[in-house]
């Protein structure tokens, strides 16, 4: 079984930047990938950025040269540094694990805000 939990978010200004955790826990081995998601009020959840088990990355257009994802080096937990935030990065940024044929473990969400 795998758990994952993120962390971080709140209220932040446009141009500010806040930073995301996602701890999982449990058979970390048998994890291909971990992503944020995002989901912003009334619209679909969409994918931000991933990072897969070898150390790979890709993003969203939206958020390419402002958003970093990374991890320890115990691949236990996962960043997302989100730079010159704009409000329309608002939303609930969920983080999962990609489990492969076992489906994804997906966490509760936290709620980033920014005001303009």
């Given at each position: 079984?795998?758990?994952?939990?993120e962390?971080?978010?709140?209220?932040?200004?446009?141009?500010?930047?806040?930073?995301?955790?996602?701890?999982?826990?449990?058979?970390?081995?048998?994890?291909?990938?971990?992503?944020?998601?995002?989901?912003?009020?009334?619209?679909?959840?969409?994918l931000?950025?991933?990072?897969?088990?070898?150390?790979?990355?890709?993003?969203?257009?939206?958020?390419?040269?402002?958003?970093?994802?990374?991890?320890?080096?115990?691949?236990?937990?996962?960043?997302l540094?989100?730079?010159?935030?704009?409000?329309?990065?608002?939303?609930?940024?969920?983080?999962?694990?990609?489990?492969?044929?076992?489906?994804?473990?997906?966490?509760?969400?936290?709620?980033?805000?920014?005001?303009?």
């Amino acid at each position: 079984q795998v758990h994952v939990v993120e962390s971080g978010g709140g209220l932040v200004q446009a141009g500010g930047f806040t930073r995301l955790s996602c701890v999982a826990s449990g058979n970390i081995d048998s994890i291909n990938a971990m992503n944020w998601y995002r989901q912003a009020p009334g619209k679909q959840r969409q994918l931000v950025a991933t990072i897969t088990s070898s150390g790979s990355t890709n993003y969203a257009d939206s958020v390419k040269g402002r958003f970093t994802i990374s991890r320890t080096n115990a691949k236990n937990t996962v960043y997302l540094q989100m730079g010159s935030l704009k409000v329309e990065d608002t939303g609930v940024y969920f983080c999962n694990a990609d489990l492969g044929s076992w489906g994804l473990r997906w966490g509760q969400g936290t709620q980033v805000t920014v005001s303009s």
